[in-house]
């Protein structure tokens, strides 16, 4: 089978020193020669580290679609628009196989792409695009395929996971943590995505799509990033027994699924705590098997690589599928819900000018708006005038809480922007 590479970055020339070096191992597994034909970055003058000879390189990389002798596709360029998705669309709709690790593309365009590729009978493949390393998509796709999934959630961005480990671990101010995983190359110079929580988003709604059977939905999904979160909230979620993490959620609930992505305070003694540094960890609940948990190196051109290869051999193994478990036709159009309606317990934390009567007017509000407190810290003061006051509330629906935070904003005696961070049983 003849592979063209579209994309020579940190991926990209892993890769393809990866198929240079084992091609007789993909061969013996799958018995079919994995043969790169031609490979396409945009600079063939830039600095790899291989030998780039003139006769492999693709001026325009286009053309690959078209070419008769080219079989599979790679696309590892990255972004949702521009040179990757022209690509991978003209390849699909010509019959070239396609794999890509790019997330951004799939969760937009992942269901248009998989009807193509369906319709053309060729495979479009994206293990790499969720969880780098992490086999969770063949897994929903084929180990797990008996079961009935209700939950899938999880760390699944392990830039933020970085950052609010060592948060947590060095004591580091937000700022800091992040300049340091910057430096380790953990976080690229633009980390956006990482940090506000998109990236996580990407990824949960390929795989919500995957659990439920349904279509991609980018419209009612809750994404909220780690930005706010600064060493007093650090401090206090450790004195309460929790650690806080970036998580994504998706589940169904009376037939309904929602989906979410932000932080949250989990008991430390559960598994999910414990995931530190650059890992990323899903699990998946489902029926009949119960709990299915994976972990594993999220992201970078090792582990990416191993997402990769496992594609390619599912392509040179001419084992054609449908990218989404079902067919089209049989994919659902499910409901989805935001989730306003659903109950959460939550971390408060308002910081207030040291008034009296300020601590009875914020549980007046809270009361006000049905959210009573379970647990209540005004300590520590943080300034001889000013004091932080904790609550740890009962559980009460999401909606309330945003009611709650828009009128103790308003208030004289509120020094900063009032704090919820929800607090997640899992
Ligand atoms: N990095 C990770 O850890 C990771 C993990 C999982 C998935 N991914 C995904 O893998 C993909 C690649 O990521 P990466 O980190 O390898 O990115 P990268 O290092 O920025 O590499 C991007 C590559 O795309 C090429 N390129 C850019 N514009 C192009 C154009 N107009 N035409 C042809 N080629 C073009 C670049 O060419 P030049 O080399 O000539 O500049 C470069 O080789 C992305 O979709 C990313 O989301 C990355």
Known sequence: MNIVIVGLGNIGSYFYNYLKKNKNNIFNKTNTNPNILFVSA???????????????????HLSATKNKNVDIIVELIGGAEGPAKRLVFEALKNKKHVITANKALVAKYGDQLSMIAEKNKVNFEFEGAVCGGIPIIRTIKEGLIANNINKIYGILNGTSNYILSSMDRDKLEYKDSLSKAQKLGYAE???????????????????????????????????????DIDQVDINNSNKLGYKIKLVGV???IKNKITQRVHPAFIKEKSYIAKIDGVLNAVIVESNPVGKTVLQGEGAGPGPTTSSLVSDLCSVLRGNVKFPFVLSAKKRKFAAFESINNKNFSTYLRVDVKDHHGVLSDVTNVLAKNKVSVK????????????????????????????????????????????????????
């Open 42 to 60: 945009k600079s063939f003058g830039k600095k790899r580290n291989f030998p780039l000879s003139k006769k492999m390189w693709l001026k325009n």
């Open 375 to 426: 647990r209540l810290i005004q300590n520590p003061t943080i300034s001889k005038k000013n004091a932080s006051i904790v609550i740890i509330t009962h559980e009460a629906k999401s909606s309330s809480y945003t009611k709650v935070l828009f009128m103790l904003k308003k208030k004289k005696y509120v020094i900063n922007t009032p704090k919820m961070i929800r607090i997640e049983n899992i």
């Open 189 to 227: 110079s633009n980390p956006e995505a990482d940090i506000n929580g998109d990236d996580v988003a990407s990824k949960l709604k390929i795989l919500t799509a995957l659990a439920f059977n349904s279509f991609i939905n980018n419209k009612s999904i809750l994404v909220e990033g780690i930005k």
């Open 250 to 252: 998706a589940e169904l």
